[in-house]
């Protein structure tokens, strides 16, 4: 097991990252080998599995950093899940789906898939820490909330790079936003009419 604070474990990783990604910009996915990955980075096979189980858990983890890395601050920081927040959300889901679409070559389903399925759960983790600043206090419900409305801004997100609209962020925030504040706003009075009721549950 690999010290994974270690300076020079650290610089093989990134090194390993840096040559699959640069590997993505010219071939697809399945045409890439660990010989190929290990050779762009300098590495040896045995080395590159002493880092990672195979391609795939290096294309998850990839994923995660780049995403993490285009996270605002504010948002990061963010208690209140605002309409700033909110177009800052779906601006950076947008900004990172064409990344990954146009600058590499994820030409594979079964790949793009599970690109979408860790964005999605990331973008669901995100909005759902906010959540729990908030005024949404029962787990289960935020949970639900905040899955409703990761894939609601990530649907729009993606839909919008296939119909070759990237250049107009600003529509796609303008039908977005209103789409997920109205429905936050709406379940928002739910939630208070069922507290509020003689009949609701004590707690």
């Known amino acids: ?7 020079r474990v650290l610089r093989t990783r990134q090194l390993i990252r840096e040559a ?6 010219s071939k697809e996915f399945d045409a890439i080998a660990i010989k190929d990955i290990a050779q762009k980075a300098t590495i040896n096979r045995a080395t590159f599995y002493a880092h990672y189980e195979d391609k795939y858990a290096l294309l998850e983890e990839i994923t995660e950093q780049v995403f ?10 963010a208690r209140e899940f605002t309409i700033e927040i909110c177009d ?17 070559r994820m030409d594979s389903k079964s790949i793009a898939a599970l690109v979408d399925e860790k964005v999605k759960k990331m973008l669901q983790q995100i909005i759902e820490s906010i959540f729990s600043k ?4 029962d787990r289960h419900h935020t949970k639900i909330i905040s899955a409703m409305t990761g894939s609601a801004i990530y649907g729009a997100a993606h839909y919008w790079l296939t119909v070759g609209e990237n250049n107009r962020t600003d529509l796609l925030i303008d039908i ?11 379940y928002s009075n739910c ?13």
Do not use: K, W
């Open 1 to 7: 097991m690999v010290n994974q604070q270690d300076p």
């Open 20 to 25: 699959f990604r640069d590997l993505l910009r």
């Open 68 to 77: 993490r890395e285009m996270i605002p601050e504010q948002v990061m920081n």
């Open 88 to 104: 800052q959300l779906i601006l950076l889901t947008h900004h990172y789906i064409v990344d990954f679409y146009q600058v590499c």
């Open 134 to 137: 908030g005024h949404y206090t």
């Open 176 to 186: 977005v936003r209103p789409y997920v504040m109205n429905g936050l706003g709406l």
């Open 191 to 203: 939630d208070e009419y069922i507290n509020d009721s003689p009949t609701a549950p004590l707690g």
